[in-house]
């Protein structure tokens, strides 16, 4: 029997959503935003689960609703497709969508459609929507996610009920990972890279890439602390023809960067990043401007990245800013 979708911590959120459902006041659009692998999608599908849910206990997992949903298959559940080379939505898709909405539902009195991973979702897409968002029939709910709220426009958002996902606690994490089966030491080595994130840390235990790029970070941390400029590029050129995972790899490099400058004022504080040791360490020894300046040599390779520079130069301009540092 498959399980209903369960959606870790974020009690807030998901306190008000039930309070939502409990009074028959429920939006007809919503944006969850936050970064990716919190379980945006995830909370999407329990929310949907809930409102098609025929059983007592919502979602119950038993009932044929539940069923549908659990198997991705519901007739009044629409996963829009996305389309074209960014990852956005096309025209004809949005435009079935608006024509989709005037059908009733097929098993019950709500329908809805998912737009996932709105980050790309260009502007056009987003005002041929507005209409349907502004004047929904009855049954009719949007649910949109995305990394951060600026993705959908002002007018759209204006309509919709946002709300922000964030990271759970590693004591929930560790309950999320467990069920899946992994050991408690597996849990242990994901939650000390990806902490609250329980879609990344499962990312770490599933992928060996992802263990490689955690350990290429501490390397390139190590090298900083020891000066070692030629160790330092070595290490990134293991990203020379990756740019997905030279994208990582700045994005850890620099939450260790910001661990070691929290780590200055407070050598107890809460780490972020994947490398509590190597930002302990790096904390001894950066000033605040050597810190900025990493940083800013992080975002400019980050904006190198986006605007399709090529990579190799990236990363070499990137390892000598550093040092310079
Ligand atoms: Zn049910």
Not at 31 to 43: A, H, I, M, V
């Amino acid at each position: 029997m498959p399980k209903p979708p369960r959606f870790y911590g974020n009690e807030a959120a998901q306190k008000s959503l039930r309070r939502m459902i409990k009074s028959g006041r429920i939006p007809h659009g919503f944006l969850f935003y936050g970064e990716s692998g919190l379980g945006k999608k995830t909370l999407a599908e329990q929310l949907m689960a809930e409102m098609l849910c025929i059983g007592a206990e919502k979602p119950c997992g038993y009932c044929k609703s539940c069923r549908m949903m659990a198997n991705q298959v519901h007739p009044d559940v629409c996963y829009v497709q996305h389309g074209g080379k960014r990852g956005g939505f096309l025209a004809e898709t949005v435009r079935a969508v608006c024509n989709n909405i005037a059908l009733p539902p097929n098993e019950g009195n709500k329908k809805f459609y998912l737009f996932s991973d709105c980050d790309a979702m260009d502007a056009r897409m987003q005002n041929l929507l507005l209409k349907a968002i502004e004047e929904p029939p009855d049954y009719v709910y949007f649910i949109f996610t995305a990394g951060s709220p600026g993705a959908l426009l002002p007018t759209v958002r204006s309509r919709i009920v946002s709300m922000a996902v964030t990271p759970v606690l590693e004591i929930q994490c560790r309950e999320a990972l467990l069920e899946k089966g992994y050991s408690e030491q597996e849990c242990g080595e994901a939650i000390a890279a990806f902490h609250g994130n329980i879609g990344k840390c499962l990312e770490f235990l599933e992928n060996a890439v992802i263990r490689e790029i955690i350990a290429l970070t501490k390397s390139a941390i190590n090298s900083i602390i020891e000066r070692n400029e030629y160790a330092l590029l070595q290490t990134v050129n293991a990203f020379e023809k990756e740019r997905e995972q030279a994208r990582l790899f700045l994005t850890l490099f620099d939450r260790t960067l910001r661990d070691a400058m929290v780590h200055r004022y407070d050598p107890q504080a809460a780490c972020i990043g994947c490398d509590p040791d190597g930002a302990n360490a790096l904390a001894s020894r950066l000033s605040v401007r050597s810190g900025q300046a990493m940083h800013l040599a992080v975002d400019k390779a980050y904006a190198a990245l986006q605007a399709n520079v090529n990579l190799p130069l990236i990363l070499a301009a990137f390892c000598a800013s550093c040092m310079d540092a």
